[in-house]
């Protein structure tokens, strides 16, 4: 198990670098490397939002 941004991630196998987190329906993979962990927690994050914000759907009524 691994935190980011106290969320718990857990590796999906030791031969691969391939985080997942389950959210609802929905299963979001995160590849983990050393390039990717030597960025700063301001990178990380910023990446983070992104991928999320590209998954969230807003629907006008």
Do not use: Q
């Not at 935190?3 to 857990?10: D, L, T």
């Not at 987190?21 to 929905?26: A, D, E, N, Y």
């Not at 990380?44 to 969230?56: G, T």
């Amino acid at each position: 198990m691994a935190k980011i941004f106290g969320v718990a991630f857990a590796k999906k196998s030791a031969s691969r670098s391939i985080w997942r987190r389950s959210i609802g329906r929905g299963e979001i993979a995160y590849l983990v490397h050393s390039a990717f962990l030597r960025r700063s927690l301001t990178e990380v994050h910023r990446l983070l939002v992104v991928h999320f914000m590209e998954n969230e759907v807003v629907v006008e009524t």
